[in-house]
């Protein structure tokens, strides 16, 4: 499966807290987040859009960095 | 016609100032939500919307769909 990496802006456990939910609600994910470095990587099938949209719900900025 | 109403939810998971804004941003945002204030320490959000576009449930999905957890505590009717 592909690793997307993706920054988004947290800034606190809350921040990454919130992301860990919204992605554990999406199903067929593996997930990695890194909060000092403001990264998340994320194993999954689905589309880069999709992904995108899930991690938008927390509010926060999202950009996406490519595949590793 | 205008119906107002006032709602206070209970939310966990926040835990900096960042987490507050997001939610005022977002949720303040939805069609129909009027004012939204939420207090950290309290870990509540009040939110004065109209109740013909949204609900205290759709309010408290919204919140939880952003990735908190919602609690509906209590709600009132509000002129």
């Given amino acids: 499966m592909p690793k997307h990496e993706f920054e988004v802006a947290m800034t606190c456990e809350g921040c990454s807290g919130a992301v860990t939910r919204v992605l554990n609600k999406l199903e067929g994910v593996t997930f990695e987040i890194d909060l000092p470095q403001k990264l998340v990587w994320i194993e999954s099938d689905k589309d880069v859009e999709v992904l995108m949209q899930t991690l938008q719900k927390c509010g926060k900025e999202v950009k996406y960095n490519g595949t590793k | ?79």
Avoid at chain 2, 10 to 22: A, I, K, N, P, R
Avoid at chain 2, 28 to 51: N, R
């Fill in chain 2, 1 to 79: 016609k205008v119906n107002l109403c006032t709602v206070s939810l209970g939310v966990e998971g926040m835990t900096c100032g960042s987490c507050v804004q997001s939610i005022e941003q977002r949720i303040g945002s939805l069609p129909g939500v009027i004012h939204i204030k939420v207090s950290l320490e309290q870990k509540i959000a009040t939110i004065i919307f109209d109740h013909s576009q949204q609900s205290p449930e759709s309010l408290s999905e919204a919140v939880e769909d952003m990735g908190f957890e919602s609690s509906l505590s209590e709600s009132s009717t509000a002129t």
